[in-house]
């Protein structure tokens, strides 16, 4: 396969060839890189037992470096038909190694196209990176790691360290349910066409292998917005809608009334979250 691979005409000439342009509508920035995709696709470790889903493959620069790592498969989502006639080439010179999907990730289970283990690795359209990766938090366990680009500004608030400037609900349900660290930017320069911001690239790992429960993500969701959504305020005032007595509720679990969202960490969201979800499931 791999000398198939190497086989193939340069991206620039593919795309040149299907006079294929990079839509904004769909947040595309090709990676066209190859030192760089390398990067990207290593960083999941080894992946010869692994089922890798790719969203948004687009002309194929990170799927070919995905299949030069020799996964057990690789399952590309794409909604952009133009990409699918263009990575028809790449789907032979993966010799049975990589699948096609026409979909729009955001309304795909991934963890359902294929077994595990399974991990993700994707240059993410940024229009929907955040919900994306919400999505995805919901069901930790099915994947072993993540491997995810987002923009420079996103990939700060996913490691951020309570009581900084980029600390905020993204964070907080990150960090809960995921080791996260950020492992290196790219400039604007590196993609076709560049976008106005600079790229980072993020890997994501489950603390645990626990189901998520549900109904305590949906806690955290209700209590961060709470708290985040007003971060000047003390959490006395902020969460005054989740809880009757705010102050005491505080206070009995060693949070002081007048802390700021900024400064609890995912432990304290998580405490505050297992009461909410316990006032809502004994009436």
């Known amino acids: 396969?791999?000398?198939?691979?190497?086989?193939?005409p340069p991206l620039r000439d593919?795309?040149?060839?299907?006079?294929?342009?990079?839509?904004?509508?769909?947040?595309?920035?090709?990676?066209l890189d190859l030192n760089l995709t390398a990067k990207i696709a290593r960083a999941a470790g080894d992946l010869s037992?692994?089922?890798?889903?790719?969203?948004?493959?687009?002309?194929?620069?990170?799927?070919?470096?995905?299949?030069?790592?020799?996964?057990?498969?690789?399952?590309?989502?794409e909604r952009d038909w133009r990409c699918h006639e263009v990575l028809g080439s790449l789907v032979e010179a993966s010799q049975g190694h990589l699948r096609l999907i026409?979909?729009?990730?955001?309304?795909t289970d991934l963890a359902s196209l294929c077994p595990a283990p399974r991990a993700i690795i994707a240059n993410l359209p940024y229009n929907i990176a955040t919900p994306l990766l919400i999505a995805w938090l919901r069901q930790t366990p099915a994947f072993s790691v993540m491997i995810l680009m987002f923009q420079a500004e996103v990939a700060r608030r996913l490691v951020a360290a309570p009581r900084s400037k980029d600390?905020?609900?993204?964070?907080?349900?990150?960090?809960?349910?995921m080791n996260a660290e950020c492992l290196f930017e790219l400039p604007p320069r590196a993609f076709t066409p560049p976008p106005k911001v600079t790229s980072a690239v993020?890997?994501?790992?489950?603390?645990?292998?626990?189901?998520?429960?549900?109904?305590?993500?949906?806690?955290?969701?209700?209590?961060?917005?709470?708290?985040?959504?007003?971060?000047?305020?003390?959490?006395?005032?902020?969460?005054?809608?989740?809880?009757?007595?705010?102050?005491?509720?505080?206070?009995a679990i060693g949070i002081a009334p007048t802390?700021?969202?900024?400064?609890?960490g995912w432990e304290g969201f998580r405490t505050l979250a297992l009461l909410v979800r316990n006032a809502h499931s004994h009436p």
């Open 14 to 31: 593919v795309i040149a060839r299907a006079s294929m342009d990079a839509r904004k509508s769909l947040g595309q920035h090709f990676l």
């Open 1 to 8: 396969m791999k000398t198939a691979l190497a086989s193939l």
């Open 167 to 177: 600390y905020g609900r993204l964070s907080v349900l990150t960090q809960w349910l």
């Open 202 to 251: 993020v890997r994501l790992t489950p603390r645990n292998e626990e189901a998520v429960d549900q109904a305590l993500f949906s806690a955290m969701e209700k209590v961060t917005a709470a708290a985040f959504g007003q971060r000047r305020k003390m959490l006395r005032s902020s969460l005054k809608t989740l809880f009757p007595d705010t102050e005491k509720t505080l206070e």
């Open 49 to 77: 037992e692994t089922g890798v889903i790719e969203v948004g493959p687009g002309p194929g620069g990170l799927t070919r470096a995905i299949l030069m790592e020799t996964p057990r498969e690789l399952i590309a989502v």
């Open 102 to 107: 026409e979909a729009d990730a955001l309304e």
């Open 259 to 264: 802390a700021r969202a900024e400064e609890i």
